[in-house]
T-cell receptor, first 117, second 113 residues
Framework: GAVVSQHPSWVICKSGTSVKIECRSLDFQATTMFWYRQFPKQSLMLMATSNEGSKATYEQGVEKDKFLINHASLTLSTLTVTSAHPEDSSFYICSARADPPRAEKLFFGSGTQLSVL | GENVEQHPSTLSVQEGDSAVIKCTYS??????FPWYKQELGKGPQLIID?????GEKKDQRIAVTLNKTAKHFSLHITETQPEDSAVYFC????????????FGGGTRLMVKP
């Protein structure tokens, strides 16, 4: 149990276009999902916390108009990178909190490698 | 806020030997400490975790120990195998305060056959 599916696994886009990444909890409902960014050989950086039915909470330094997060259902959160530029190229990973009694456990998606040309 | 430091950043061991990775945390309120394994190009996979009311937890070849007083916890892998080669991350969080994980910097483990 506790499978988190993330799509696409990789995407290449032109500078100035927008890219949407989906994160689904397959066998549990996730009230809260998290979005991370990871540069090569570095740790995971929390970008934002996504709560079902409400606005996302962004970490300091993360542009909310650049990285749009929508959590419209208990099993789906999306991250849209708007007007992508080469510096947005990175590995993006989502995670979801499991249901009680395992609510402290966070399970991660497989990640999305974004390359902006 | 919480700060988690992880050592070493790289670790090379011979197949069959043990590997130990150590982490320290700064916030004494943290009460949940998971360990993740990340293979190249994939998301982190939860391999073991421990709550602050427990000093040690074991799952087959993997064990985690926690010293609340010293605010450090360690991952122990025994009888290492080449497939254990990956990047390992420790993390800390406060379960009843949003459970946002603070990650350590990661350890690249290489198991030589």
């Amino acid at each position: 149990g506790a499978v988190v599916s993330q799509h696409p696994s990789w995407v290449i886009c032109k500078s100035g276009t927008s890219v949407k990444i989906e994160c689904r909890s397959l066998d549990f409902q996730a009230t809260t999902m998290f979005w991370y960014r990871q540069f090569p050989k570095q740790s995971l950086m929390l970008m934002a916390t996504s709560n079902e039915g409400s606005k996302a909470t962004y970490e300091q330094g993360v542009e909310k108009d650049k990285f749009l997060i929508n959590h419209a259902s208990l099993t789906l959160s999306t991250l849209t990178v708007t007007s992508a530029h080469p510096e947005d190229s990175s590995f993006y990973i989502c995670s979801a909190r499991a249901d009680p009694p395992r609510a402290e456990k966070l399970f991660f998606g497989s990640g999305t490698q974004l390359s902006v040309l | 806020g919480e700060n988690v430091e992880q050592h070493p950043s790289t670790l090379s061991v011979q197949e069959g030997d043990s590997a130990v990775i150590k982490c320290t945390y700064s916030d004494s309120a943290s009460n949940y400490f998971p360990w993740y394994k990340q293979e190249l190009g994939k998301g982190p996979q939860l391999i073991i975790d421990i709550r602050s009311n427990v000093g040690e937890k074991k799952d087959q070849r993997i064990a985690v120990t926690l010293n609340k007083t010293a605010k450090h916890f360690s991952l122990h892998i025994t009888e290492t195998q080449p497939e254990d080669s990956a990047v390992y991350f420790c993390a800390a969080s406060i379960v009843d305060a949003g459970n946002m994980l603070t990650f350590g910097g990661g350890t690249r483990l290489m198991v030589k056959p």
